[in-house]
């Protein structure tokens, strides 16, 4: 019997046992011993009968001490699974055997075991590393016991055109193997440091315990050494009759996934996920190759089974009333880019369907509506003759203008899925982004070509235009759009391909305002429903002209039939956009519609005086301003207004997930706001309107401990909660986050947004700020955007931002402003204004506990207008608590 004191293991746990072995390496009658942890005689001696058994195969160098979190889980009353963690021969507890086994020798050692176990389904595998191939070996030979499979950072197959990771290189070295592996421990401690937060010392300790002295580690060194590097290695075959018999498995399939694995990387997944495409993935941003011990996998494995192969996938929903008209049948399906062959056809056909601005006023390139059609079809033969197909990743890091809406609609019509992430979240977060979505082609102006090569971004590479041959070599460029479109010419076009309504179109990846940028999976039918939706909301028709200062308005145009003209800014930073940029780029198409963000319209207010009267004359003539992505105070919109004295303003309220949500005029902000304290519900935040066309409504009330943990949704004046939407142009999922989008979707078929709020009761709803930004004093939840506006109109006083400080349920409010001048040195307010901020913020409602001024909020990269309010609670506890404020 194997004794010792392992955190988180209950010595009940750990057993032994003798397995007849019909290993060939193995004489005839051979007998093996096996260590296991096993939760199974806890469940009896409680009188728990086990839903199933969960196998969990570690890989190496750890045992089946990785498992403790799932053993410990497994004995719930609630959800009771039998788990047994086993530990490999050669490896932690179990027999050192003297035998090199090889990948088919440890699969058919695994069946030797469960025999001897007597183990009948159902049964769900787990792997981790090498141990996922040998679980998934035992999965394919044992179908009718295997009920589901899953799987933490693990690989089955290694392509032909890429090298195993450099440190599995390494170890594989003659000059470094034996030492590495087996005569010293420095395989195992290297593999203990990739945990991400590092190992507690005792958790440390239990890991390296079962291979203490070189003669313990033999299995170490020996199962480094069979890893199939090529197809030379003798387990190479059976190593390749696991992925390709993968993809014949049908049964429900779990993947987690720590992407900063150095040795399982992202490629590893994708390859997984093409032989299990049903498979749900989630991958755990920050977390690495011990995914077990980076995060909790207990929550969601369990979450899992019971959906999955407990109760079968359920379906069910919670019906509600909610705000808003009733979503209406859907209609016949007419893919994004119908439009571009109607007007193609049309005798508007050689009027400009897409132009870009250049920096001196005039109209650097456009193309006519035939011209766009036309080089849309070329591109898209062209690319279909490169290799992309439908489904295949491409990953579209080219500015709006022309070459993007090409290169968009070329794709989309070959059913290829386009992954959009903005420049403007940085070079770690865009990285983060492309490497997640492991586009199969990366198409790209030169600038981000470079980034590619430098930071080793997946995907096969095209430029946009073409590019001198050494050049092309450096950044390992295989073709260009131009070449693309010569060559589509030449082969045809592509009129009669179809595209599943229902298959993934977009992964558009959100502005990481909040946390980890997510991408975000519309399908082509999710895509087409966004532009009917501003079709219909803001009656935006063919032959509309549109000035796009913002990207997914600029892609849309084209699908809307509209005349769309990309102004001479960085849309990835709205502010860039200037008052004479846009007059230029409204007077060139003669505008009727401008979109820009509210940092971009406070740039143009601030740089008016540079329009010319021409340029206010093209102004004069739009009809329609839309205007989102951050709240805009009133007395903006009013300015506005007199620059666009024809245009009807429009502050429409969604997110990545669903573009838009609400809708309302500056006349219905300024109704809005005189009905406060008259009418229920109106005030205390900013009111963003009514649903938009098709779109339904609702809110999860919240509880004292500022949560939204309730399954029904209310449209009650007056009740604050997490606001939910459904419409037929919401996205579809998070892609490979399946935590997240389970998260997201309860109550079944709406989508929780992360913003709080209310209803008046003419139906309007009111924003109150986000979810995770609710303050919990003892009592009661807080929402910031109230009070926050309340400060805000005091004198003196430019943005204010609402935090909480402490341990929820007993936070301090702090009330944290930006001064008019600005303050020089961030730290507490003088007397008389914090006593003014908490009068300000005690009408709304919210006693302040604290004030603290700052020059300047911090605020995200992206919108440079929403406070990073997590980042000013952090630095207003470290001020509070008697630490140098420095800078926020």
């Keep these: 019997m194997v004794t010792g004191t392992w955190p988180g293991v209950r010595p009940e746990w750990s057993r032994t046992i003798d397995v007849p072995s019909t290993s060939a390496v193995d004489a005839p009658g051979t007998v093996r011993q096996w260590h296991l942890l096993d939760n199974g005689g806890q469940l009896a001696r409680r009188g728990l009968t086990p839903a199933g058994t969960l196998l969990c195969v570690h ?35 179990s027999e050192r055997t003297g035998e090199f086994r090889s990948l088919a020798d440890r699969i058919n050692d695994l069946g030797d075991l469960t025999d001897a176990l007597g183990m009948e389904g159902p049964v769900v595998t787990v792997g981790h590393d090498w141990g996922g191939v040998i679980s998934l070996g035992w999965a394919l030979a044992h179908p009718a016991e295997l009920t589901g ?88 075959p059976t190593l390749e009759a696991v992925a390709e018999g993968l993809r014949e498995v049908k049964v429900p399939a779990l993947m987690l996934w720590g992407p900063r694995d150095p040795i399982f990387s992202d490629r590893y997944l994708k390859d ?6 049903h498979a749900e993935v989630h991958r755990f941003e920050g977390a690495g190759h011990l995914l077990a011990e980076d995060r909790d996998i207990a929550t969601p494995v369990f979450q899992w089974l019971a959906g999955h192969v407990q109760d079968g996938n359920h379906q069910t929903g919670a019906g509600a009333v909610a705000a808003g008209e009733p979503t209406p049948e859907p209609a016949a399906f007419r893919p994004l880019w119908d439009e571009l062959g109607t007007l193609a056809a049309s005798a508007s056909g050689a009027d400009t369907a897409v132009a870009e ?75 983060r982004a492309v490497k997640g979505a492991t586009p199969d082609f990366l198409i790209g102006i030169d600038k981000a070509l470079a980034a590619a090569a430098a930071l080793g971004w997946p995907g096969r590479r095209i430029s946009v235009q073409g590019l001198p041959a050494t050049r092309r070599r450096i950044l390992r460029v295989e073709t260009s759009l131009e070449e693309l479109a010569r060559r589509g010419s030449d082969t045809g076009d592509i009129h009669h391909t179809a595209v599943d309504p229902d298959a993934p179109a977009a992964v558009l990846f959100t502005s990481g305002s909040t946390g980890p940028a997510k991408g975000v999976l519309y399908t082509h039918r999710q895509l087409a429903a966004t532009r009917d939706t501003l079709a219909k909301s ?60 509210p940092a971009a319209l406070r740039n143009v207010l601030a740089t008016q005086e540079g329009i010319s009267g021409a340029g206010q004359t093209a102004l004069a003539g739009v009809q329609l301003l839309l205007s989102a992505g951050a709240p805009i105070p009133e007395p903006l919109l009013a300015q506005v207004q007199r ?47 009514t649903p938009v066309h098709g779109a339904r409504i609702a809110v999860i009330p919240l509880a004292e401990d500022g949560t939204a943990s309730g399954s029904q949704p209310v449209t009650e004046a007056g009740v604050t909660g997490e606001v939910l939407v459904t419409a037929p142009h919401v996205k579809d999922s998070y892609d490979r986050l399946w935590l997240t989008q389970q998260g997201s979707t309860n109550p079944v078929g709406w989508h929780r947004t992360g913003d709080v709020g209310h209803f008046d009761a003419e139906g309007r ?91 300047n909020q911090p605020t995200d990269i992206r919108h440079n207008a929403k406070i990073d309010r997590t980042r000013l609670s952090a630095w207003a506890a470290r001020v509070l608590a008697g630490g140098r404020p420095g800078k926020p």
């Design 357 to 431: 601005m250049a920096a001196d006023g005039g109209v650097a390139r456009s193309l006519s509506w035939h011209g766009l059609n036309r080089r849309v079809l070329d591109v898209a033969a062209g690319l279909r003759e490169a290799g992309v197909v439908s489904g295949s990743r491409v990953s579209l890091m080219v500015p709006p203008g022309v070459d993007l809406t090409v290169a968009l609609y070329a794709c989309l019509r070959l059913g290829a899925v386009v992954v959009v992430a903005d420049a403007g979240l940085g070079t770690r977060g865009l990285s």
């Design 59 to 93: 890989g190496n160098p750890t045992w089946s001490y990785l498992w403790r979190t799932l053993l410990a889980a497994g004995t719930d009353p609630a959800q009771p699974w039998r788990v047994i963690a086993v530990d490999q021969l050669d490896m932690g507890y």
């Design 149 to 236: 499979v899953i799987l933490t950072n693990t690989a089955v197959h290694q392509s032909s055109e890429s090298k195993i990771p450099p440190a599995l290189r390494l170890a594989l070295h003659p000059a470094v193997h034996s030492w590495g592996t087996t005569t010293s421990d420095a395989f195992l401690r290297v593999t203990h440091s990739l945990a991400s937060p590092p190992l507690a010392a005792d958790i440390r300790k239990a890991y390296m315990a079962p291979y203490k002295g070189p003669h313990r580690r033999s299995g170490v060194g020996n199962f480094v050494a069979d890893i199939p590097a090529d197809a030379n290695h003798p387990s190479f």
């Design 272 to 277: 997984l996920i093409g032989r299990l495409p």
């Design 765 to 855: 709803l009111w924003v109150e700020g986000r979810l995770q930004h609710v303050v919990t004093p003892p009592g009661k939840a807080v929402t910031p955007v109230g009070a926050e506006q309340a400060v805000e109109r005091l004198d003196g006083v430019g943005l204010a931002a609402v935090v909480g400080v402490g341990p929820a349920g007993t936070q301090a409010i702090v009330a944290v402003v930006e001064t008019v001048p600005p303050v020089r040195k961030a730290g507490p307010a003088a007397p008389h204004l914090a006593r003014r901020v908490r009068a300000a913020a005690r009408e709304a409602g919210v006693d302040v506990s604290a004030v603290l001024v700052v020059p």
């Design 538 to 597: 803001f009656d935006i028709r063919p032959g509309a002209r549109l000035v796009a200062g913002f990207a997914p308005f600029a892609l849309l145009g084209p699908a809307l039939g509209a005349v769309s003209v990309t102004p001479d800014m960085d849309v990835t930073a709205p502010r860039t956009l200037t008052a004479r940029a846009l007059a230029d780029a409204a007077a060139a198409i003669d505008a009727t519609v401008v979109f820009a963000a």
């Design 643 to 689: 620059l666009l004295p024809g245009a009807s303003l429009h502050t429409p309220y969604g997110m990545t997930e669903a573009l838009p949500v609400t809708d309302i005029s500056l006349q219905e902000i300024q109704a809005a706001e005189a009905a406060v304290g008259t009418i229920k519900g109106a005030g205390n935040g900013v009111c963003v309107g």
